[in-house]
């Protein structure tokens, strides 16, 4: 079983940029497709959740939600064993709790219920 652990959320002025680390203990990151998703105030389910990005096992494939897509990337650094989700040009509507999440899946999508292993998440605040 895995442990993530997710960390560089921030308050970040529109227009920012931020870089969010996903870390892993248990085992390592490069058995699981791994995702990040957000979420909103006020949502606690986890079928609430937005998918923002997904990456394969071995890093080769990637996916972005349409309104992350150009602004935001997903990638692994396999050495260290983390993934990073890489966040530019933030909008106020990019705000809320980041979670990274592991999949068994090679290349899981975007669907909060593929995923079996979840972070504590967190926070991005974007505003000025």
């Known amino acids: 079983q895995v442990q993530l652990v997710e960390s560089g959320g921030d308050l970040v002025q529109p227009g920012g940029s931020l870089r969010l680390t996903c870390a892993a203990s248990?085992?390592?990151?490069?058995?699981?497709?791994i995702g990040w998703f957000r979420q909103a105030p006020g949502q606690e389910r986890v079928e609430e959740r937005e998918?923002?990005?997904?990456?394969?096992?071995?890093?080769?494939?990637?996916y972005y939600a349409d309104s992350v897509k150009d602004r935001f990337t997903i990638s692994r650094d396999k050495d260290k064993n983390l993934v990073y989700l890489y966040m530019n040009n933030l909008r106020p509507d990019d705000a809320g709790v980041y979670y990274c999440?592991?999949?068994?899946?090679?290349?899981?999508?975007?669907?909060?219920?593929?995923?079996?292993?979840w972070g504590q998440g967190t926070q991005v605040t974007v505003s000025s």
């Open positions: 248990g085992q390592t990151l490069d058995r699981y497709g």
């Open positions: 998918g923002v990005s997904c990456i394969s096992r071995n890093g080769d494939n990637t």
């Open positions: 999440a592991a999949a068994t899946w090679n290349f899981p999508g975007l669907s909060p219920r593929v995923y079996e292993f």
